[in-house]
């Protein structure tokens, strides 16, 4: 897993918080499409994290890509545009120091004061910057400069117009997080400072290339001492490059105003001198820092990981990670639905037989029993079991009414069980009309508006017409 | 973890029972099979895994319903005697023979997953009274001679008689069933569904234990991401300006902008809450967000939005000199001290400029902005708790539409004044303002604080 892979997965992130892809539905489709995947798939193995960017590179598109690419793009525009300007002002700052007015000379602290005094502020900028926004989480409202100056490089980038735009931003934004983000920043300005380092190199090379100049000091206030302790002290480290170095007398001599002219060979050690500083106090430093910077720039961004605990990936992880899966059909069905004849199928009765004799079938209790719509005829049986059921048959071998009304719930659920029941009692009592009553209240009617109906067609289904169905109101047992 | 195999378990009960409801809660899956309030909704054996880490823990069947038990036993009696053989060969023998029995084709189907299943789930509707057929379903899955836990199903309905049922099955020794209501679930139950397993299957305990764990684990994961994305959705919408002229036109063109974004925000994380808890878009219904409007008040000298910027305002006096945005941003960068580097101070300065310039602009300028009231985001908050709360009671066999109310305003937390004005004051974290900074740590730290917040506040 790549930096540029979790970029995505970011991006994706972005995109969908942004409203503009949804990938949820997606991805529950495709999952339950997954029926039959071998369950020790080596996804399974691989970290949770692996799998979010997996799953996140499947809606990387081009347009997508183009995001990433066009933000890539765009900041390596904008640096070098930052190093050309940088190099330039580089050049400005020595080329400046060249033009003063005074004659006999260039003087060589202002030059090197020009040259290295704004870089060595904005080096302790950069430090205290980095110092003070040491921690990336802290809730200061103050936000960073180096935060600050970011968002205002990326609205270069973009503008701030459009909504489109405002999304790109949000996107550059996440894909460059605070961590490696300051290490990139720093990267650019310290190249950008070793650029103009550069500038002002070439330019003090190509003028003492070109013309002879004498290098000279002045001073109002100060102390010529300080200027020869100063030069010594600043010509420790480029002496180490076994060059000649102006000596305390030479020192002396070059002040503005010394009578005798300057020697050659003088001339060559201030010229060196100015050169060495400028490399090695400025040019190498930066380049050392831009170095590092890449460096961290580099390994922070390799360390960069996801924040699971993010809603965006909690979710993806409840999607890639169902709790369940479909296994299929293991035995299926083969019989086609029995349609009943529709013809026994219409209004029902509305009340029961006259004269008839009455079976309680699987009541809900005992209290409906006897029904109050029992008017004349008597209780033939109370069936609930096997055996009851088996009592009633042996009864009705000798039964010789007119009328059987088998009273039940309408709560019962008309099954293969009760069908069975109805054709046997249909058989064994061929010259009776048998109907169907059934106790309901009417809130039951109401709680299950397809139970009438599944009666119905049950009866339907044994012979029974729906005019010989009726319902008995249970609240009148009360 | 070892590899094991995983549990086999068969789903059996009276034909609309709720056995394929049961599976569906069990499983999340409000896709598993078909359900209906009718006899013989399933007719295929059908098959799912609950999985652990990826695999299969409890392989799961779904069985037709049993419809015709006392004919299936008699048949089975028969068989015995007529053959010489005993109960459990009389079902093998049934199952040799099913084409001479087209009437038992559906048990027949449940006679084949008894006997290849180590244990049984028996789905009973506590709403009926204990007929004999439930008690001869019993019977045959005693013949299988293996473990059967008695899931009592309907336990939340009004006509449920759970105390007879237990008093029955205790009378046929069975003394360790389980109460379940597949449509009001209860995280409760289905542990002690998974407790009951581990002390019928004992070789099983560590497979068992390992799924309990894990769905505590994933109910407490699930809380909190739906929390975090509530809270977000409230920092979105209470974050949201749009600015407009100051004339009436613009301002109902921005009013309504503004609610169809709020609006927007709030289906979709309705959405993502019911995905993250595995239910379908289309079972909720919702009464319509009505958004009324509130206007931008310029509350540059709140207290809690002065500290903000780090500013201490401790003393009286401090408050009293904050009377221009001039004299704030000098305030601002005074109160840093000396000790604090240059970067830093420079940052805070171009910070306070940066957070107050747009208000300034409106003020001077003469903009007007809109933005959600308090009452909106209370109402928007309301509902999507109230959602959360009954999702986390909903079992995925609930087929009614689940509506979302907004109850009163004495659920939400106290800090919820605080937060409307912490919102209000800071544009830049509502994603859905063109202002939204993604960099702004605090964005984070308040979005988890409001998260924790919620969760205390969830039944
Ligand atoms: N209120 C409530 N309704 C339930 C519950 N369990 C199941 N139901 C409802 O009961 C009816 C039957 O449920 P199913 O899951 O189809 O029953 P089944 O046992 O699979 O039925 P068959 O497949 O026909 O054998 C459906 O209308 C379900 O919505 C419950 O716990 N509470
Ligand atoms: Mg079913």
Not at chain 1, 200 to 228: H, P, S
């Amino acid at each position: 897993m790549t930096f540029r892979d979790r970029q995505i997965a970011e991006l994706v992130k972005a995109r969908y918080n942004n409203g503009l892809i949804d990938i949820f539905t997606a991805i529950s489709s495709e999952n339950s499409k997954l029926i039959d995947t071998p369950s020790e798939s080596p996804e399974a193995k691989s970290s949770k994290e692996a799998r979010i960017i997996k799953a996140c590179n499947r809606f990387h598109d081009d347009s997508s890509e183009e995001i990433i690419n066009s933000t890539t793009r765009k900041i390596s525009v904008l640096s070098t545009l930052f190093l050309v300007l940088m190099f330039s002002l580089g050049t400005l700052a020595a080329l400046q120091s060249f033009a003063q007015p005074s004659i006999s000379g260039v003087n060589v602290f202002w030059l090197l004061l020009l040259l290295l005094g704004p870089n060595l502020l904005m080096l302790i900028i950069w430090v205290a910057m980095m110092l003070f926004n040491h921690n990336p989480s802290s809730s200061s409202s103050l936000t960073s400069l180096p935060g600050y100056i970011i968002r205002q490089f990326v609205a270069a980038i973009y503008g701030t117009k459009n909504d489109q735009k405002a999304l790109q931003i949000n996107i550059l934004k996440t894909l460059y997080k605070p961590l490696h983000g300051r290490w990139l920043f720093s990267l650019i300005s310290h190249l950008g400072w070793a650029g103009f380092m550069l500038g002002g190199l070439a330019c003090v090379l190509l003028i003492l290339l070109a013309r002879q100049v004498n290098f000279v000091w002045e001073t109002t206030l100060l102390d010529a001492d300080a200027f020869t302790h100063l030069t010594l002290m600043l010509s420790y480290l480029p002496s180490l490059t076994g060059l000649d170095m102006p000596n305390a007398t030479t020192v002396a001599q070059s002040r503005l105003g010394a009578p005798e002219g300057q020697l050659a060979d003088v001339r060559t050690q201030w010229a060196t001198f100015l050169i060495l500083c400028i490399v090695v106090y400025g040019l190498l430093p930066r380049l050392l820092l831009a170095g590092v910077s890449y460096h961290l720039y580099r390994s922070r961004r390799e360390a960069f990981r996801l924040d699971l605990s993010e809603p965006f990936y909690q979710q993806l992880i409840r999607h890639l990670d169902p709790p369940s899966r479909q296994a299929g059909i293991l035995d299926p069905d083969a019989l086609p639905p029995t349609s009943p004849s529709s013809d026994l199928v219409g209004p029902l009765a509305a009340q029961g037989p006259e004269a008839a004799d009455w079976i309680g079938f699987e009541l809900d209790n005992s209290s409906d029993w006897p029904p109050v719509a029992i008017k004349q005829g008597k209780v033939l049986h109370l069936v609930n079991d096997r055996q009851t059921q088996q009592q009633l048959f042996d009864l009705l071998k000798s039964y010789e009414g007119h009328a059987l009304v088998i009273a039940t719930s309408l709560l019962r659920t008309p099954d293969r069980g009760i069908e069975r029941f109805l054709r046997q009692i249909q058989k064994s009592s061929s010259q009776t009309v048998v109907w169907i009553g059934l106790s309901a209240s009417s809130a039951d009617m109401a709680n299950h508006p397809e139970r009438l109906d599944d009666w119905i067609q049950l009866s339907a289904r044994c012979h029974i017409p729906s005019h010989q169905i009726f319902v008995i109101d249970k609240d009148q047992n009360r | 973890m070892t590899l094991t195999n995983p549990i086999k378990v068969a789903v059996v009960g009276h034909t609309n029972a709720g056995k394929t409801s049961l599976l569906r809660t069990l499983l999340r899956d409000e896709a598993f099979g078909e359900v209906s309030n009718h006899a013989g909704t399933t007719r295929h054996v059908e098959a799912a895994s609950l999985l652990l880490d990826g695999k299969p823990a409890i392989d799961f069947v779904d069985t037709p319903g049993f419809e015709d038990s006392i004919g299936l036993l008699t048949t089975l009696e028969e068989l015995q005697k007529t053959e010489g053989i005993d109960r459990l060969e009389s079902l093998r023998a049934i199952c040799q023979i099913a084409h001479l029995y087209p009437d038992f084709d559906q048990e027949i189907k449940v006679i084949r997953q008894l006997l290849s299943n180590e244990l049984f789930f028996y789905v009973v509707d506590v709403r009926e009274p204990v007929l004999g057929k439930y008690i001869n379903e019993l019977d045959i899955l005693a013949y299988a001679a293996r473990p059967v836990i008695p899931v009592l199903n309907f336990t939340a309905s009004a006509s449920a008689q759970t105390k007879i049922w237990k008093e029955h099955l205790a009378q046929l020794n069975f003394h360790t069933q389980v109460v379940f209501d597949t449509v009001a679930f209860k995280a409760d139950d289905e542990k002690r569904l998974l407790k009951q397993m581990q002390t019928i299957l004992s070789d099983r305990y560590e497979l068992l234990e390992s799924i309990i764990d894990q769905h505590e684990q994933q109910r407490s994961e699930l809380v909190e991401s739906a929390c975090l994305m509530i809270s977000e959705l409230m920092v979105d919408a209470g974050g949201l300006y749009i600015d407009c002229a100051n004339n009436t036109a613009s301002i109902d063109a921005a009013q309504s902008a503004l609610q169809e974004k709020i609006r927007d925000a709030d289906t979709r994380c309705m959405q993502s809450v019911l995905q993250l808890y595995r239910f379908q878009l289309a079972s909720i219904s919702s009464t319509e967000l009505s958004i009324d409007q509130g206007e931008w008040k310029l509350d540059l000298f709140d207290d809690s939005n002065i500290q903000r910027f780090g500013i201490a305002v401790g003393s009286g006096a401090a408050k009293g000199a904050l009377l221009g945005a001039g004299f704030d941003l000098f305030t601002a960068g005074m109160s840093l001290g000396a000790g604090t580097a240059t970067g830093a101070l420079a940052g805070a300065l171009l910070q306070t400029g940066q957070r107050y310039r747009h208000e300034l602009n409106a003020r001077i300028k003469g903009y007007r902005s809109v933005c959600a009231s308090e009452p909106t985001l209370r109402v928007l908050l309301l509902r999507q708790l109230d959602l959360l709360n009954k999702l986390q009671r909903r079992g995925h066999a609930a087929t009614d539409a689940l509506s979302v109310e907004s109850l009163s305003g004495e659920d939400l937390p106290k800090e919820f004044q605080d937060w409307i004005k912490q919102l209000h004051g800071n544009p830049q974290w509502s994603r859905l303002s063109k202002r939204f900074d993604s960099q702004d740590e605090s964005r984070n730290h308040f979005v988890t604080e409001v998260a924790d917040k919620l969760k205390q506040k969830l039944k």
